[in-house]
T-cell receptor, first 115, second 108 residues
Framework: EAQVTQNPRYLITVTGKKLTVTCSQN?????MSWYRQDPGLGLRQIYY???????DKGDVPEGYKVSRKEKRNFPLILESPSPNQTSLYFC??????????????FGPGTRLTVT | GQQVMQIPQYQHVQEGEDFTTYCNSS?????IQWYKQRPGGHPVFLIQ?????EVKKQKRLTFQFGEAKKNSSLHITATQTTDVGTYFC????????FGAGTILRVKS
């Protein structure tokens, strides 16, 4: 089944404790992206990747890191989480690098709480 | 800079009533996509519009792209409880952005 998977689905952590949220897609998509969703603000892009070893900042990249060593995986790293990073996070992928032309496939989401 | 606004932010309708959400941009768009997110779920792609004045239909849903390619609408005829959720537009102007979404609640 074609899908985007994220782990963990739920995470409660403390300020400053490094964490990684994994994202994997099995559709051989070139484009992958991370979003955070907060009430009233919609989906804001954190980072995106047009292909392996190619990543770029989105609208809200501060406090986050990403890597794209393999085509299928695009982990999101929070080196020192803070409470303002409490949010619902979505990973998404698209078939091509020109992502605006193609639909995005979203993972199930990761709800992160930082205390 | 590019701004996109979705209106209304929230709408509560009686089952069977119609519903419309609008996506308005400050700049001309090359295309627009619509997504639906059910409560507790993830966004799911509905449709993409590319041409000026384009109208597409999916059963009870009608999507329209404005003549000036600066706005779009999603209209649902005779809403059902299965229509509840948040509807997002995703636009491509000088960059790709999602609108803040319109939350639809349906009273049965």
């Amino acid at each position: 089944e074609a899908q985007v998977t994220q782990n963990p689905r739920y995470l409660i952590t403390v300020t400053g404790k490094k964490l990684t949220v994994t994202c994997s897609q099995n559709m051989n998509h070139e484009y992958m992206s991370w979003y955070r969703q907060d009430p009233g603000l919609g989906l804001r892009q954190i980072y995106y990747s047009m292909n392996v070893e190619v990543t770029d900042k989105g609208d809200v990249p501060e406090g986050y890191k990403v890597s794209r060593k393999e085509k299928r995986n695009f982990p999101l790293i929070l080196e020192s989480p803070s409470p303002n990073q409490t949010s619902l996070y979505f990973c998404a992928s698209s078939p091509r690098g020109v992502a605006g032309v193609y639909e995005q496939y979203f993972g199930p989401g990761t709800r992160l709480t930082v205390t | 800079g590019q701004q996109v606004m979705q209106i209304p932010q929230y709408q509560h309708v009686q089952e069977g009533e119609d519903f419309t959400t609008y996506c308005n941009s400050s700049t001309t768009l090359s295309n627009i996509q619509w997504y639906k997110q059910r409560p507790g779920g993830h966004p799911v792609f509905l449709i993409q519009l590319v041409k000026s004045g384009e109208v597409k239909k999916q059963k009870r849903l009608t999507f329209q792209f404005g003549e000036a390619k600066k706005n779009s609408s999603l209209h649902i005829t005779a809403t059902q409880t299965t229509d509840v959720g948040t509807y997002f537009c995703r636009v491509r102007g000088n960059k790709l952005v999602f609108g803040a979404g319109t939350i639809l609640r349906v009273k049965s």
